[in-house]
């Protein structure tokens, strides 16, 4: 038994009398995975009497964009199709594998699974129609009842901190294997599987994934805060923890994932921005600043004294002359001192390193060419050559005549540079 591609066309009712019986399904709903075939029988059919578990041969079956038909035989999966249009069955063929997008993994389930021979050319007691939905399942609502656990880690500033996340979105699946998902989850259903008959499995199943796929992106050293902009790499760790339950077993993938804004506990947040700002005061400048808005923070406060602002002064001098403002002068030189001993012409990479060479010492990405390549091959930013003393070029024009031109006038024309 198998199908014969007989064609792309509208399903209509001329198109269906060609055939004994035709088998079709409407468009199928979002909340719908899979429902049975529909039946039209045309007047060329033997099987008047409309028996739904018999398919004669001849029958036309029609499948459309988004959609998988597969013939089940007594339990058994022995015909896929995964490509739109207008089959033909035949009972006298061997089975036949229309994978179209589903690839080369259906068709090596099929050869594990589905039943690779047919009952002597003859029809079993029992044939049914089926139809998937192949479409991106989407409007999926996750949240995390209990705090996951998350490691923070800046290494920028010296921070590693074990803390926990709550996080809200919704998620998007699709049935990528449709024999798995026949075989291990709806069965021969009646008419139809909706969704709302898995869905609290699966958002059990994808909010305890979560846990390991955090875990994945903490080793990034991806902050709580910036996940929401990182929803490939967690769809990806999400897809990679589920593959047991949902690929292998299920058939189905994660296709994408939309991420609220994760929270923290008030305390670690407060422990994580304290090492944030306190972090701000390794570069001397910023110390210096730093402390000088302290000092004129103090002032003001000095000219609220109860007991009068020249007591509040004569106080806040005394502090000043106890070394604060050449500790702050200090500070200043520092910075400008580590400012002039810089190598010129650096550069900082994604990864936060800064680096002076043509790559990243930190993860070894290329340094990126910005400004202008002198024809020495040195890369500048400004108007000469920082090795060789060239000139930048100009930037060229294309005069309405069609020449090229460097220059204000064009050395065709004459005309003058717009």
């Known amino acids: 038994m198998g199908l014969i591609k007989a064609g792309i066309s509208a399903i209509g009712t001329t198109l269906a009398d060609q055939w004994k019986e035709f088998f079709y399904c409407d468009a199928i709903d979002n909340d719908v995975l899979v429902v049975r075939g529909q039946k039209s029988v045309g007047g060329k059919s033997s099987n008047t009497k409309g028996n739904d578990n018999v398919i004669s041969n001849g029958s036309g079956i029609a499948v459309a964009d988004g959609q998988c038909m597969i013939i089940v035989e007594q339990g058994k999966v022995v015909e896929i ?32 699974i589905g039943r690779r021979f047919a009952m002597g050319g003859d029809a079993g007691v029992d044939q049914r129609v089926y139809y ?5 399942i989407v409007d999926n609502k996750f949240g995390t009842q209990n705090p996951i656990p998350f490691r923070v880690v800046d290494r920028n500033i010296g921070l590693d901190l074990d803390t926990a996340v709550r996080c809200n979105g919704i998620y998007s699946y699709k049935i990528a294997n449709p024999i798995l998902f026949y075989t291990n989850v709806c069965g021969n259903v009646t008419n139809e599987y909706r969704k709302s008959e898995i869905e609290s ?13 955090f875990a ?32 292998e077993l299920r058939g189905i993938e994660v296709v994408s994932i939309a991420l609220n804004p994760p929270t ?39 000219a609220k004294n109860d007991a009068g602002a020249m007591t509040g002064f004569m106080g806040m001098g005394m502090a000043m002359n106890s070394g604060n403002s050449a500790m702050a002068q200090n500070l200043f030189d520092m910075a400008q001192q580590n400012k ?4 010129q012409n650096g ?21 990126p060419e910005n400004g202008w390549k002198c024809s020495c091959g040195k890369v500048n930013e400004g108007k000469f050559c920082s090795e060789c003393g060239a000139k930048k070029p100009e930037s060229g024009w294309k005069c309405a005549c069609g020449t090229e031109n460097t220059g204000n006038f064009c050395t065709n024309c004459g005309s003058k540079r717009p």
């Open 347 to 367: 550069w900082k990479c994604a990864c936060g390193t800064e680096n002076t060479g043509n790559f990243c010492t930190n993860c070894g990405s290329k340094r």
């Open 264 to 302: 923290v506990p008030d305390d670690d947040m407060e422990i994580i921005q304290d090492a944030q700002r306190r972090a701000i005061n390794r570069d001397p400048g910023m110390a210096a600043a730093t402390l000088i808005g302290a000092q004129a923070e103090a002032m003001t406060e000095a």
């Open 201 to 213: 499995q699966l958002k059990i199943e994808f909010v305890d994934a979560l846990q390991p796929s």
């Open 340 to 343: 002039a001993s810089q190598p």
């Open 216 to 247: 994945k992106l903490s080793a990034l050293e991806i902050r709580p805060s910036a996940l929401p902009g990182h929803t490939v790499e967690l769809k990806d760790a999400v897809n990679e923890a589920l593959s047991k339950k949902w690929a």
């Open 81 to 112: 199709c995964a490509e739109p249009g207008q089959f033909t069955y035949d009972n006298t063929i061997a089975p036949s594998i229309f994978a179209g997008n589903l690839g080369q993994s259906i068709i090596d389930t099929f050869k594990t």
């Open 132 to 136: 998937f939905n192949t479409k991106e």
